[in-house]
Nanobody
């Protein structure tokens, strides 16, 4: 079984910064991609940023230039550095991973961490 555990959410003022972390654990053979999604109240879940095993990176247009995704392969961990936060960034942020375990490749989700941007 694979678990993704997020940390680093919280309340921050507009213009502030937060760093999210997501650690994958379990019977992991390899990780092909990891990413961050978010879901605001009343809205659909959307991709924020994604990074593949060969460091191909994609960002949502709304976060380009403000957010940076990175990964530590040795720790099976992905990070999301969020700068210049805006109230519209308020959402539950979910970690996502495409992970190979013995015998299969699956998509796994964390439980989410709340990010609130407010003065």
């Amino acid at each position: 079984q694979v678990q993704l555990v997020e940390s680093g959410g919280g309340l921050v003022q507009p213009g502030g910064s937060l760093r999210l972390s997501c650690a994958a654990s379990g019977s992991i053979f390899s990780i092909t991609a990891m990413g961050w999604y978010r879901q605001a109240p009343g809205k659909e879940r959307e991709l924020v940023a994604r990074i593949t095993g060969v460091n191909t990176i994609n960002y949502a247009d709304s976060v380009k230039g403000r957010f940076t995704i990175s990964r530590d392969n040795a720790k099976n961990t992905v990070y999301l550095q969020m700068n210049s936060l805006k109230p519209e960034d308020t959402a539950v942020y979910y970690c996502n991973g495409n992970i190979q375990v013995p015998g299969r490749i699956g998509t796994y989700w964390g439980r989410g961490t709340q990010v609130s941007v407010s003065s």
